[in-house]
């Protein structure tokens, strides 16, 4: 079983990196940013993402543009502002492109600005340890 991670993340607290170091660290396997496209076919890749402007980044949308043919199933794994979840704009996208998505996504609400601030708390990222360790 083949496992990949990549990330986006954007604000300059890097709330998306530091959930992707958590899972990286949990799962022994390098999270790099999603600028680097896939070098092998995997069977799941844990794709880490947050919302902006109620979407989910172009940046995210492109790299499944561009590793489709590499992707046997992506796993969301997301924070926002609100609570909202990406998994529906991330499904949009994996639809069009014939990815299958998984049913089972992480999502946690992270600080922007004023609102959730701390978090991803230490409790926060060993949750999102254990969720990606589900998988095995
Ligand atoms: C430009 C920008 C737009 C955002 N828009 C939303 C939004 O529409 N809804 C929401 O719930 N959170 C929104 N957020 C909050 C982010 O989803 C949250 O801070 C996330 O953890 C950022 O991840 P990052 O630090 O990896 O970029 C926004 C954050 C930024 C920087």
Redesign the pocket.
């Known amino acids: 079983m083949k496992t990949a991670i990549r990330f986006f993340?954007?604000?300059k607290?890097?709330?998306?990196?530091k959930l992707a170091a958590a899972v990286s660290e949990a799962l022994g396997i390098e999270a790099l940013p999603v600028e680097n496209d896939l070098t092998e076919k995997v069977d799941r890749l844990f794709l880490l993402n947050?919302?902006?402007?109620?979407n989910v980044d172009r940046e995210v949308t492109e790299f499944l543009e561009r590793n489709r043919d590499m992707i046997g199933e992506v796993v969301n794994m997301n924070?926002?502002?609100?609570?909202?979840s990406t998994w529906k704009a991330v499904k949009k996208a994996t639809d069009r492109l014939g990815i299958p998505l998984s049913e089972k996504e992480f999502h946690c609400a992270?600080?922007?600005i004023f609102i959730n601030k701390g978090r991803p708390t230490e409790a926060d990222l060993s949750r999102a340890g254990e969720f990606a360790k589900s998988f095995d």
């Open positions: 993340t954007r604000s607290k890097g709330n998306t990196a947050a919302m902006y402007a109620a924070t926002s502002a609100s609570g909202k992270a600080s922007w």
